[in-house]
């Protein structure tokens, strides 16, 4: 028996089957996941090395050429590029496909641990990464605060708000743009520092060994047990100007008498505005199996309860770019097309046809056909983006030729008896 034979000696047994295909791809489409592009990784590496103050001549020679000699015999290897830039160098390693790129990771960073020893001591130690492209950040937002320096704002953000961000559901990594960051500098007046017999590494031993909290036992009673910590942590300016380096006699020498100890900011190297204000920029990563669009709901969530509980401080969250809303604007564009094309195709069978019987098999034939792909979407692991949303776009068009076709020609012949 064929298959158009069993559709049409047993109807109920076909009705049961498509509703269960329908059910099970409504089920399966709330458990997909939506992200701005499918998810996969190109076979290319990256190796990036810092090379400051050195001309373009001297990175290809110091810093390029020796990476790519070491790296160019790594196993699948298909092409090495280098770049070679003022103070900086960067590799390019593309492997053939099919290749695994986490095995190739590991044996680049192999071979680098090998090369770093040859590189120049100035240099930065080699950045390996992969080339990822669902690594852009989903939110991009800018934190303000109106009755709060700038310096105090970061400290708020490093030590409170960042910790409640990242604890979200989904959330993998925050990236800060810009900000005041505090730094205690501590200029050494080198002929004071002379005169007493001390040398940098001696300041710096000191401050390093000065500087240090850690558990130094426990002590217990017949009814209790406390845990003893030594604190030795600065709270202060001036209890690090007050360190004592070393004690000669009676008279120590402290960190203050050999150099001038201040409370300041970090170089800038990034600034973000708001309308002129200065702000905070945090670029907000998802985890690579976690939802688009519910990551970024559940994040704006926490934005708002961040921004009620500081609002003392005037902290503002503004969401400059959200990736899961054009996520979303293609699932309704999807959506509306499918709407489109079973009303058109409708109307056009109920006036050419002149049959209410034929426009209802079109308004249940293409939705059925469209929602059962969800199905096969969930069990191949496959997510709702870009790519995957103008597929169904393109295959509601064949679906409205086929059905016109098809519908067409069983009229026929049912009046040709």
């Known amino acids: 028996m064929t298959l158009t034979e069993l559709s049409i000696k047993r109807p109920s047994f076909i009705i049961v089957i498509f509703t269960i295909l329908i059910g099970g791809g409504m089920l399966c489409y709330q458990q997909l996941s939506y992200e701005l592009m499918p998810d996969f990784s190109p076979p290319v590496l990256t190796v990036t090395t810092t090379y400051p103050g050195a001309s373009p001549a001297t990175v290809e020679s110091q810093v390029s050429k020796p990476l790519e000699d070491g790296l160019s015999g790594i196993e699948n290897l298909s092409e090495v590029t280098t770049?070679?830039?003022?103070?900086?160098?960067?590799?390019?390693?593309?492997?053939?496909?099919?290749?695994?790129?986490?095995?190739?990771?590991?044996?680049?960073?192999?071979?680098?641990?090998?090369?770093?020893?040859?590189?120049?001591?100035?240099?930065?130690?080699?950045?390996?990464?992969?080339?990822?492209?669902?690594?852009?950040?989903?939110?991009q937002v800018i934190a303000t605060a109106d009755k709060v320096n700038g310096k105090d704002f970061m400290t708020l953000m490093d030590d409170q708000i960042l910790p409640q961000i990242k604890q979200v559901s989904g959330v993998a990594e925050v990236q800060v743009i810009g900000g005041e960051k505090r730094e205690i500098r501590v200029n050494v007046d080198k002929e004071k520092l002379k005169s007493y017999g001390l040398t940098l590494a001696n300041v710096n031993q000191a401050i390093a060994s000065s500087n240090v909290e850690f558990p130094t036992g426990k002590v217990k009673s017949n009814k209790e047990q406390m845990t003893v910590r030594l604190s030795g942590k600065f709270q202060s300016v001036e209890d690090i100007r007050k360190m004592i380096l070393f004690s000669n006699g009676n008279s120590p020498v402290r960190l203050g008498d050999v150099a001038d100890v201040s409370d300041g900011n970090t170089d800038q190297l990034s600034l973000c505005r708001l309308n002129g204000q200065e702000g905070i920029g945090l670029r907000i990563k998802k985890q690579s199996d976690a939802n688009a669009v519910t990551m970024s709901e559940l994040t704006r969530q926490r934005l708002d309860e961040l921004q009620k509980k500081y609002q003392d401080l005037g902290v503002k969250f503004t969401v400059a770019t959200d990736t899961s809303t054009v996520t979303m604007e293609s699932v309704n564009a999807v959506l509306h097309d499918l709407e489109l094309a079973i009303f058109l195709v409708a109307l056009v069978m109920l006036l050419f046809l002149h049959t209410l019987r034929n426009a209802f098999?079109?308004?249940?034939?293409?939705?059925?056909?469209?929602?059962?792909?969800?199905?096969?979407?969930?069990?191949?692991?496959?997510?709702?983006?870009?790519?995957?949303?103008?597929?169904?776009?393109?295959?509601?068009?064949i679906l409205v030729d086929d059905s016109i076709v098809v519908l067409e020609n069983i009229y026929r012949h049912l009046q040709m008896g």
């Open 83 to 139: 770049f070679s830039l003022e103070n900086a160098s960067i590799v390019l390693l593309e492997f053939k496909d099919g290749v695994d790129i986490n095995l190739a990771l590991q044996e680049a960073q192999r071979k680098i641990n090998t090369i770093e020893a040859i590189l120049p001591d100035n240099s930065s130690r080699p950045v390996l990464a992969k080339i990822e492209p669902n690594a852009t950040p989903v939110l």
């Open 361 to 397: 098999i079109v308004l249940i034939s293409i939705p059925a056909s469209l929602i059962t792909t969800f199905i096969a979407m969930y069990a191949l692991g496959y997510t709702l983006n870009l790519m995957t949303l103008l597929a169904m776009s393109l295959v509601i068009g």
